[in-house]
């Protein structure tokens, strides 16, 4: 994409720092925590989910399409830049309400993404389960594994020094009743896990936020996960990355549209800078924001679909706050927490 933002992650022993620098004019304040339980519950100032395994974040306004206006690298030693076109690797904990998804096919394994939203609930794409599109349901609860804390596609717990990482059945799986293969809408699935996940002394497993909101266009967010790092890319790990992408009029000029019968009203389009976009095995994985009541990042959208990856149009992201009533209801009897 253009060099319309810029990240730089500065890595100090105890916090991390996060600086995005934008040109789309947010500013918001800094947000720390210093609780070990990472669930969430907002009582007011201290709300926990949302946040990196530790410290704090801080959403810059500064424009700027250098990193080193940012941090100036003869000051800042411990800089992490990005190291392929479309993203930055994340390193341990940094996005602990990312998992990654392995679905056994038989004689093939595929991947998506998702985002802890309860105890034992994720939030994913509909899709993910129905990989003979515009087949019916191919992939059920007990050939999906869940998998915390991983900083590559095939990562596994045993690959985690710390041992934060944890892996998961899933029990039941319910996709929207009202996906539609065709036209991907309602792209949007609810898995609920054989146990709880533990957000005690675990950095590498949180909640995300969930809010009765959506990002306004010009919005900067962020997506996340372990998919392609280009189309025609077959490499068969692949590391888990972050990238910053506008919120755009979800018009057919400016976002990729499968379908045009989709409604729009259900989604959400981010991108649109050459370069920097989710892609295949992204699918499922978190769009999200940061709130207006104390910049902790929420679940705006989930990994939906496009055309090609890096393109010059946005990609489609299932509007999360669209299905807030369905997922309580499915999630039941989990403990779910939804702010306003």
Request: net charge negative.
């Amino acid at each position: 994409m253009a060099s319309r933002d810029s990240f730089a992650f500065l890595i100090v022993i105890g916090w991390i720092s996060v600086v995005i620098a934008d040109s789309y004019g947010s500013s918001y304040g800094a947000a720390t925590t210093e609780a070990p339980d990472k669930g969430g519950d907002f009582e007011g100032p201290g709300r926990t989910c949302g946040l990196p395994g530790s410290g704090s974040i801080e959403f810059s306004s500064k424009s700027s399409t250098n990193l080193s206006d940012v941090f100036p690298v003869k000051k800042r030693s411990h800089l992490v830049f990005p190291t392929i076109v479309g993203g930055t690797l994340a390193v341990r904990n940094q996005l602990c309400w990312q998992v990654t998804l392995s679905m056994d096919l038989g004689d093939a394994v595929s991947s998506c993404g998702g985002a802890i939203i309860g105890p034992s609930t994720i939030l994913t794409a509909a899709h993910c389960f129905y990989p003979d599109k515009p087949g019916p349901q191919s992939i059920f609860a007990n050939q999906v594994t869940v998998v915390t804390g991983a900083l590559k596609s095939d990562a596994r717990p045993k690959d985690d020094p710390s041992g934060c990482s944890e892996s998961y059945s899933v029990t039941k799986l319910t996709p929207h009743p009202q996906y539609d293969p065709k036209t991907v809408e309602n792209d949007i699935a609810v898995l609920t896990l054989d146990r709880e996940i533990s957000f005690v002394d675990k950095p590498c497993q949180c909640l995300v936020c969930l809010e009765n909101r959506e990002p306004k266009v010009g919005d900067l967010c962020l997506i996340s996960g372990t998919g392609l790092e280009a189309s025609e890319s077959k490499a068969p790990s692949r590391p888990m990355k972050f990238v910053g992408v506008p919120i755009l009029r979800n018009i057919q000029s400016l976002c990729s549209m499968s379908n045009l019968a989709t409604d729009q009203a259900q989604t959400l389009c981010a991108g649109g800078n050459v370069g920097k976009d989710s892609c295949q095995g992204d699918s499922g994985g978190p769009l999200v924001c940061s709130s207006p009541l104390d910049q902790n990042l929420y679940s705006a959208g989930v990994v939906s679909h496009g055309i090609g990856c890096g393109g010059n149009k946005g990609g489609k992201y299932t509007k999360t706050k669209f299905y807030l009533p369905w997922i309580l209801k499915t999630a039941a009897p989990d403990t779910i927490t939804i702010d306003s």
